[in-house]
């Protein structure tokens, strides 16, 4: 990650927008946002906004011509800024900034959710299309609380009572890209390259709006106390619930979009379907805190410190500087 140092990005000033309105995609996740253009947002139109992903869990914003530092003086008010990544290099001189080049192996095809490897993982994120392929490209998110609800009472009280490690180490059975390309093995190389492991609560409870959600996803790789054959059973299990059509929105990106979404309530993942046409995709995440389990008990680190990455290196007016 970048040293070098940063200031908070101030938002354009511009003409007062009205409320913004919301269309839900569908009844469980999802809806997209209209009236309001990112770059110019006041007070009201913010709080507008972080009240309605509380309430769907992924937000969609057609036709915001923003710039790189836009995107990330809007996060600013949205809360404290993480590094762009606790591995991956950011773009020269935006360090809050992760890029996502398919050229270069970044396509995040599993179902995850952001960087639950780390101990304070980020509360949300919010995600700008750069370059589209003609075709394809699209993001699936899937609401994780709705998956909890859903899940029958045997298995809730189950879940209730475990907890997963998480890492960033990848299982090396799975193939490495369709033909196990160099550009995807120098990424993985990289995002492996200091190794993070935190036993997290399977079920941890919202911080804001005290609903139970799921924390689980491709980064979760062992249930504490069970063998691994168990482990991956159960993990398969509770991942069924949470990637259930009923539960998920698909995001056809076009030119100009932006998605936010509750990184607390959902996992996410990038359709893989569009060959060697280019996509590029830049991320900015606002800091999370400790998940905390349904009985109290709080996330705790294995291995791996992760402190550059965490809240206060990005926060208004801060500075990622030489910390």
Same mark, same amino acid.
């Given at each position: 990650?970048?040293?070098?140092?940063?200031? %908070?990005?101030?938002?354009?000033?511009? #003409?007062?927008?009205?409320?913004? !309105?919301?269309? #839900?995609?569908?009844? @469980?996740?999802?809806?997209?946002?209209? =009236?309001?253009?990112?770059?110019?947002?006041?007070?009201?139109?913010?709080?507008?906004?972080?009240?309605?992903?509380?309430?769907?869990?992924?937000?969609?914003?057609? /036709?915001?011509?923003?710039?790189?530092?836009?995107?990330?003086?809007?996060?600013?008010?949205?809360?404290?800024?993480?590094?762009?990544?606790?591995?991956?290099?950011?773009?020269?001189?935006?360090?809050?900034? *992760?890029?996502?080049?398919?050229? *270069?192996? =970044?396509?995040?095809?599993?179902?995850?959710?952001?960087?639950?490897?780390?101990?304070?993982?980020?509360?949300?994120?919010?995600?700008?299309?750069?370059?589209?392929?003609?075709?394809?490209?699209?993001?699936?998110?899937?609401?994780?609380?709705?998956? $909890?609800?859903?899940?029958?009472?045997?298995?809730?009280?189950? +879940?209730?009572?475990?907890?997963?490690?998480?890492?960033? +180490?990848?299982?090396?059975?799975?193939?490495?890209?369709?033909?196990?390309?160099?550009?995807?093995?120098?990424?993985? /190389?990289?995002?492996?390259?200091?190794?993070?492991?935190?036993?997290?609560?399977?079920?941890?409870?919202?911080?804001?709006?005290?609903?139970?959600?799921? *924390?689980?996803?491709? &980064?979760?790789?062992?249930?504490?106390? *069970?063998?691994?054959?168990? %482990?991956?059973?159960?993990?398969?299990?509770?991942?069924? $619930?949470?990637?259930?059509?009923?539960?998920? @929105?698909?995001?056809?990106?076009?030119?100009? /979009?932006?998605a936010i979404w509750d990184n607390r309530?959902?996992?996410?993942?990038?359709?893989?379907? $569009?060959?060697?046409?280019?996509?590029?995709?830049?991320?900015?995440?606002?800091?999370? !805190?400790?998940?905390?389990?349904?009985?109290?008990?709080?996330?705790?680190?294995?291995?791996?410190?992760? =402190?550059? $990455?965490?809240?206060? &290196?990005?926060?208004?007016?801060? %500075?990622?500087?030489?910390?």
């Amino acid at each position: 990650m970048s040293t070098a140092s940063s200031t %908070s990005v101030k938002v354009r000033t511009g #003409p007062s927008q009205g409320e913004p !309105a919301t269309h #839900p995609i569908t009844p @469980v996740i999802g809806a997209e946002i209209s =009236g309001v253009n990112l770059a110019r947002v006041d007070d009201a139109a913010v709080a507008a906004i972080q009240a309605a992903l509380l309430d769907h869990k992924v937000l969609f914003f057609r /036709d915001q011509d923003i710039t790189q530092d836009d995107q990330i003086a809007f996060a600013q008010r949205l809360g404290e800024l993480t590094g762009g990544h606790p591995t991956l290099p950011s773009p020269e001189g935006q360090q809050f900034v *992760l890029e996502l080049d398919s050229l *270069l192996g =970044g396509r995040a095809d599993h179902w995850h959710t952001d960087v639950t490897f780390a101990l304070e993982p980020p509360a949300i994120s919010i995600l700008r299309a750069v370059v589209l392929p003609p075709v394809g490209g699209d993001t699936q998110w899937a609401n994780t609380q709705a998956a $909890y609800d859903r899940l029958p009472g045997p298995l809730q009280r189950l +879940a209730a009572e475990l907890h997963a490690v998480h890492t960033n +180490a990848y299982d090396y059975s799975r193939p490495v890209g369709p033909d196990g390309d160099e550009p995807t093995r120098r990424h993985r /190389d990289q995002f492996t390259s200091t190794v993070f492991e935190t036993e997290h609560p399977v079920v941890r409870v919202h911080p804001e709006t005290g609903q139970p959600t799921l *924390l689980l996803g491709g &980064f979760a790789r062992q249930i504490v106390g *069970l063998p691994f054959d168990a %482990s991956r059973d159960l993990l398969r299990v509770f991942g069924t $619930y949470v990637t259930r059509p009923e539960h998920i @929105v698909r995001w056809r990106w076009q030119p100009g /979009d932006v998605a936010i979404w509750d990184n607390r309530a959902t996992q996410h993942y990038a359709v893989n379907d $569009y060959g060697d046409a280019h996509r590029v995709v830049q991320r900015v995440t606002v800091s999370g !805190a400790r998940p905390v389990g349904l009985d109290g008990w709080r996330s705790e680190a294995r291995k791996g410190d992760n =402190g550059r $990455y965490q809240a206060g &290196f990005g926060a208004r007016g801060g %500075s990622l500087g030489d910390n």
